[in-house]
């Protein structure tokens, strides 16, 4: 059964911090990610990570926010930190064989409040 289960969203103040996680199973996990969206927007990316750990971060999180993954236990993580209001959205995964071939989580909220 192919299964993308997150976890880790919530209410933070702005400046601090939360940790995502998305456990996979039934599904390649050569390709990792996340994404983000607001209502409305479209779901943008956000970071991803190779098996080998190569990574990759748009702009605008780079220096707040570090992607990880645990190869033997199939999950890929999101630390983010110094959180701002405009991060609020509804946090998705991804994993699948390509960027082009993925599965999605079914989202987590994050909430910042000012």
């Known amino acids: 059964q192919v299964q993308l289960v997150e976890s880790g969203g919530g209410l933070v103040q702005a400046g601090g911090s939360l940790r995502l996680s998305c456990a996979a199973s039934g599904i390649s996990t050569t390709f990792m990610g996340w994404y983000r969206q607001v209502p409305g927007q479209q779901r943008e990316f956000l970071a991803t990570?190779?098996?080998?750990?190569?990574?990759y971060y748009k702009d605008s999180v780079k220096g707040r926010f570090t992607i990880s993954r645990d190869n033997a236990k199939n999950t890929v993580y999101l630390q983010m930190n110094n959180l701002k209001p405009e991060d609020t959205a509804v946090y998705f995964c991804?994993?699948?064989?390509?960027?082009?071939?993925?599965?999605w989580g079914q989202g987590t909220q994050v909430t910042v409040s000012s």
């Open positions: 991804a994993a699948g064989p390509t960027y082009l071939q993925v599965t």
């Open positions: 990570i190779t098996r080998e750990g190569s990574t």
